[in-house]
């Protein structure tokens, strides 16, 4: 604490000033994309959170020191908290942080992570943030002491009461209206987030919420076009429009998706691609599969809770009608999966059904190229067979994107226990991720999975249409701010009579999408039907 007689002299009016610009600046700072760092803003920026304290302070004057000594630092240190979220979040994640439930994945994010760094780091992180909070706390608890002490004096509460409320005026008048003359700039407050993250905990406690949802389409298709092939729907982990139209992204990957195409000409194939806009971005993968499969836009949780309660069809229950064998290939699965019994698979192989006996590279461990040669083992190759729909969602290009697995052109070589030489195991879990920079390691991930792909077209003897689709943008580490939440989709097969269909919804030849975006995601299930239909609308 302040010595009594600082606050008292001649020195309570300079430490007054710079207690609130300190007070002032640990709630204005912004973001150093695509960091967690922060840092001051360009222009002058006052925080109108400051300015009511401080007029609560000049207004209950008596009980101003009782305030600063039992509530205000810790409440303090709740702003700066939640302003760090605010202005980080968007900046890494490319969203707002969802408290209620993003929080409910922090275990599973906080394990991945120490994958891919150090434990003397993560203790070093750790430590820095206890001590960082205690000093906040003490800071905080001085600056307040010395605006309370001012607050005491008669001349020193008028000229906070004054100042607070004139600041508080030009941010509620900028609220009402664009046009005021007024150009004094202010950080987004703290409270309205901290409003927003009460409102999603109570809307879930309250009663029966629910999320209108819009209708499914009719999952009535003949699927004659497709005449029994099987059908791959690969969703592509983080693979976002910014892999074609960021230059730093797209050319390193150049070489890697010129083998994509490549194989796709080599085997008699052709693609079809487009741009879709997904319902998520950076991360909530989860969405985009419902979306997709349901046919339903699901774009927050709550909607996914209320369609995973229901009883809607999805596009399995049309493949299941038309005898096909529905199967969910899910290597980053590592727990219990009640989503399950919504979609109604024939099989799910998560981690433990997939039996993989190699290095484990990274969180994820299954390389992408290993799950999909297990599943050419467990189901494509049987004798006999129904026709597949199989439904796979990767996990090499998950964040932070690293270790990746060397790729091996030898395919019956990927199942075995020595399906790579040590030295290039060795080589890859060097190669690990800069959290400060993750583009390199996106566009690395990235690459393997292309390499993956193409490798897996030149390996089959038959003809499966293959659909690969991003699920959303890479976080905004990588994406940039303000990235469009597009992603690229492609449909790979050797049937003219589907790939003539997508033409007729916009989808253009070549393995690069094209601007627009034909729509949302959820809109795809009724034009992948029609593609796969013999019926003539």
């Not at 419902?290 to 996914?304: E, F, K, M």
Request: aromatic share 10%; with cysteine; net charge neutral.
């Amino acid at each position: 604490m302040v010595p009594r007689r600082f606050l008292s002299g001649w020195l309570l009016w300079p430490l007054l000033v710079l207690s609130l610009l300190l007070l002032n600046a640990s709630l204005t700072f912004e973001n150093v994309w695509p960091t967690p760092k922060i840092r001051a803003p360009r222009e002058l920026t006052l925080s109108v959170e400051l300015a009511v304290c401080v007029l609560l302070l000049a207004v209950a004057h008596r009980w101003a020191g009782r305030l600063v000594q039992r509530a205000l630092p810790a409440l303090w240190v709740l702003l700066v908290a939640g302003h760090y979220l605010n202005v980080t979040a968007p900046g890494i994640f490319g969203r707002e942080f969802n408290l209620y439930w993003d929080s409910q994945h922090l275990g599973n994010v906080a394990a991945m992570l120490a994958w891919s760094t150090p434990w003397w780091l993560i203790a070093a992180v750790a430590g820095a943030a206890v001590l960082l909070i205690g000093s906040l706390y003490l800071l905080a608890r001085a600056s307040l002491t010395h605006v309370a002490a001012a607050a005491e004096r008669r001349g020193g509460r008028a000229a906070l009461a004054a100042c607070a409320t004139l600041a508080i005026a030009i941010f509620w008048l900028q609220q009402l209206s664009a046009a005021v003359p007024l150009n004094v700039a202010f950080a987004d407050p703290v409270t309205p987030a901290y409003v927003r993250q009460a409102r999603y905990a109570l809307a879930l406690a309250g009663p029966a919420v629910v999320t209108p949802l819009g209708a499914s389409p009719a999952f009535d298709a003949d699927l004659g076009t497709l005449a029994g092939a099987d059908v791959l729907l690969i969703f592509v982990e983080s693979y976002g429009a910014v892999t074609f139209e960021t230059p730093e992204i797209a050319g390193p990957l150049a070489a890697s998706r010129a083998d994509l195409d490549a194989a796709i000409h080599e085997t008699g194939r052709h693609v079809m691609s487009a741009y879709v806009d997904s319902p998520t971005f950076g991360a909530s993968s989860w969405l985009a599969h419902l979306s997709l499969i349901s046919g339903v836009d699901v774009r927050d949780q709550y909607a996914y809770t209320s369609l995973m309660a229901s009883r809607r069809e999805t596009i399995l229950s049309n493949f299941t009608r038309a005898g096909y064998r529905t199967v969910a290939l899910m290597p980053g699965m590592r727990q219990a999966w009640p989503e399950g019994a919504f979609y109604g698979f024939d099989t799910i192989y998560g981690r433990a059904q997939l039996d993989y006996q190699g290095p484990e590279f990274g969180w994820w461990s299954i390389p992408d190229q290993y799950a999909l040669a297990k599943l050419d083992a467990l189901e494509r190759s049987r004798a006999g067979r129904a026709p597949l729909f199989v439904v796979f969602p990767t996990s090499t290009t998950h964040a932070p994107f690293g270790p990746v697995a060397p790729y091996q052109p030898d395919w019956p070589r990927v199942l075995t226990t020595t399906a790579y030489e040590p030295a290039e195991v060795e080589r890859s879990m060097a190669f690990a991720p800069d959290l400060t920079n993750l583009r390199p390691s996106y566009t690395h991930a990235m690459a393997y999975e292309y390499r993956s792909f193409a490798g897996y077209l030149r390996a089959q003897q038959d003809d499966p249409v293959v659909i690969l689709i991003g699920d959303h943008q890479p976080p905004a580490a990588v994406s940039g701010p303000g990235a469009s939440w597009s992603v690229p989709v492609h449909v790979i097969a050797k049937r003219t009579g589907v790939l003539d269909r997508l033409a007729a919804h916009g989808f253009q030849p070549g393995l690069t999408p094209q601007r627009p975006a034909i729509g949302p995601m959820h809109a795809l299930v009724p034009v992948f039907l029609d593609a796969f239909s013999n019926s003539e609308d």
